[in-house]
């Protein structure tokens, strides 16, 4: 009986004991139970804490577009680098941009290369494209046409018209250059054939002071520092190129004067040229797919900044910029052509 009385208090001991636990915790229990009021927000509370926090590689890919620019000392390097700056928005949008073989090796990053979702490129790339990839012009849209690369075509006094280039040393700088890969195609076209020469623009343009060369041809946007800073002898002189249909697929007309080359362009004469565009190209993703969607955010970021570009400390090349502007044998890229749509005021109003 004795036992049964022990145990019996053990008992009561044990209930007294929960009963007062249950009552110092009573007042904390009453804080965390929902009221009426809070019951719509308690399913998403109890969802957030069972979801655990985004690892740092999820959120720096989620934005993230990869930007193929060009050679290291090369202007579109140089640009995609800017855009870069203004577009950036934190874990929103990422732009990287990419050193690569040049702007004429782009193409082959857009089609092939993991992570790259845009880049610079020179419009007549295309062509080489044409017959290895038949749906070039579907798989890949313009966003942006960037500004003219025009042709300088520089010779020496004894020579007086294209065709006496014809069979003479003409150089078309290092290979990877707008020059090396546009300025062969464009002699093509024209049927000039000569003994064609890839070094460094400044070891030619001292090969034609010496007679050693008899041209050279320059792709990149005017006015060139190694003509409007060099001395050079009367004769020498830039050839003049006529735009024809021959050119209308991929180049644009363009011209030469006095104000850009005033030791070599007589005051009020103009030399007739051609420009090869350079353009920033997207690859031609799926509507609402995940790479699309990073790309429009690219572009809503870029034209709706593009102001910023223009501010002094870029270069110069941004005040010259035209968003509807267009770039011959591509289509532009939806949500690029769905953004001037809209207008700037509406881009804006959807920020």
Known sequence: MGQVIAVGARHAKAALRKLLVLAALAPLLTVVQPSDADAQTQPATRQLRQVPPQKPQVTMNAWTVGLAGGLLEGAPIRLAAEVARVVDDGDKLHVLPIVT???????????????????????????????????????????????????????????????????????????????????????????????????????????MRKGEMAAVVFITSKPVDAFVRGRWEAGFKFLPVPYDRKFEDYYLPAALDAAEYPNLIKQGERVTTIAVPTALVAFNFPAKSNRYERLARFVDHLFSRIEKLQQPGFDQKWKSINLAATVPGLARFPAAQAWLDRGPRAAHASQ
Not at 142 to 149: G, I, R, T, W
Not at 172 to 194: H, K
């Open 101 to 207: 073989r040049g702007a004429t090796e782009n193409v082959n990053s857009l089609l092939y290369l993991r992570g790259v979702d845009a880049a610079i490129i020179n419009s007549d790339v295309l062509e080489e494209y044409k017959s290895q990839v038949p749906d070039i012009q579907q798989r890949l849209a313009y966003v942006l046409n960037l500004f003219p690369s025009e042709l300088h075509i520089f010779v020496r006094p004894e020579i007086q018209s294209l065709n006496d280039l014809v069979g003479k040393k003409v150089n078309f700088n290092t290979q990877g250059t707008a020059a090396a890969y546009s300025g062969p195609l464009i002699f093509s076209r024209l049927g000039l054939d000569v003994e064609k020469t890839f070094i460094p623009h400044q070891i030619a343009l001292e090969q």
